[in-house]
């Protein structure tokens, strides 16, 4: 069996390391970086996570996610709209992600609740899947491209607007919900029980479920609400594949917490341990364009130096 090992922020230092990377050790995986095959992948692991599922171009991760936040089918377009707080630093915006505890369901439902009446002659609807998973319904097709969340976290929302023939649209949207959202913030100041306000609304991967099924490989492990909803939208199961979907270091990045992503990376270095001994063939995918190839005779090539895992963060940070 093949298996493919998909983990977000592999290749990124840990939250608080600053200008200088502490000395980090992972055996396994610095023998897989060391040693195995360097191959191109896609830039995204959404991409990837669509590939290995047998998805082309067109797939995005709104539907399949509404799905495992839901149990529906959507029969329409569906968009990801995450509350994000925004704030003015000088001449630009900066956008924030909030955290779980910052926003709590009764709050999420007061903000769908005036979009809702809002903007109802636009034909779009708000719907709370939880205090952090929002979901737009509108009734036209998108015509625009949105960048994901994670590559506008901590950046200025300039860079990162809609693009394509409802760009416009949608950047008015996106100012009137600013100020929908501030008035309403104002008004029930008193009752809101959120530490941080939701200043706005961040869409993105708009589009609808495929007409074709997909192919799940036969073990698929991860809480990840696209994984998920991949899974439920099945139509079978390819016994030569399966997907290991491992976020923990992606989340430890998001909470700036070294213990975790320290935890994280370790148990990466067990499960790598035991996979690159008994497993036919492995890929580990990174993200950036990125993915490592691994046979068990590749343990072999003792011409390759092993790296460190700090020395290859630094070096790879050098790069940037």
Same mark, same amino acid.
């Given at each position: 069996m093949i298996h493919h090992l998909l983990v977000p922020c592999l290749l990124e230092p840990p939250p608080t390391a600053g200008e200088s990377t502490p000395v980090l050790r992972a055996p396994a995986l610095e023998l897989l970086l060391s040693r195995g095959d360097q191959e191109p992948a896609a830039d995204r692991l959404e991409t990837t996570l669509f590939e290995l599922f047998g998805l082309g171009d067109g797939a995005v991760a709104a539907p399949f996610c509404w799905l495992a936040d839901s149990g529906e089918e959507a029969t329409g377009w569906v968009m990801q709209a995450a509350p994000v707080y925004l704030r003015a630093d000088r001449d630009q915006l900066l956008l924030f992600e909030l955290d779980e505890e910052q926003l709590s369901l009764a709050d999420a439902e007061a903000y769908a609740a005036v979009f809702n009446e809002h903007f109802a002659e636009d034909g779009l609807k708000l719907?709370?899947?939880?205090?952090?998973? @929002?979901?737009l319904f509108p009734q036209r097709p998108v015509e625009a491209i949105f960048s994901p969340l994670s590559e506008v976290s901590g950046r200025s929302i300039a860079a990162f607007m809609p693009e394509g023939k409802d760009a416009a649209y949608w950047a008015w949207v996106a100012n009137e919900i600013q100020m929908l959202f501030f008035q309403l913030a104002e008004k029930r100041e008193n009752e809101m029980k959120s530490a941080v306000p939701v200043s706005g609304l961040w869409f993105s991967s708009a589009g609808t479920l495929p007409s074709e099924r997909p192919v799940a490989p036969a073990e698929a492990e991860g809480d990840d609400c696209l994984l998920a909803g991949l899974k439920q939208y099945t139509a079978g199961t390819d016994v030569r594949h399966a997907l290991h979907f491992l976020d923990g270091m992606e989340r430890a990045r998001r909470r700036q917490d070294d213990g975790a992503w320290q935890q994280a990376l370790d148990d990466l270095g067990h499960r790598l341990d035991r996979l690159m001994s008994d497993a036919d063939e492995l890929y580990l995918y990174a993200g950036y364009g990125k993915a490592y190839h @691994? *046979? *068990?005779?590749?343990?072999?090539?003792l011409w390759r130096s092993r790296q460190r895992f700090g020395s290859i963060l630094a070096e790879l940070e050098k790069g940037k």
């Open positions: 719907k709370i899947a939880s205090p952090l998973r @929002w979901y @691994w *046979k *068990k005779h590749m343990k072999y090539r």
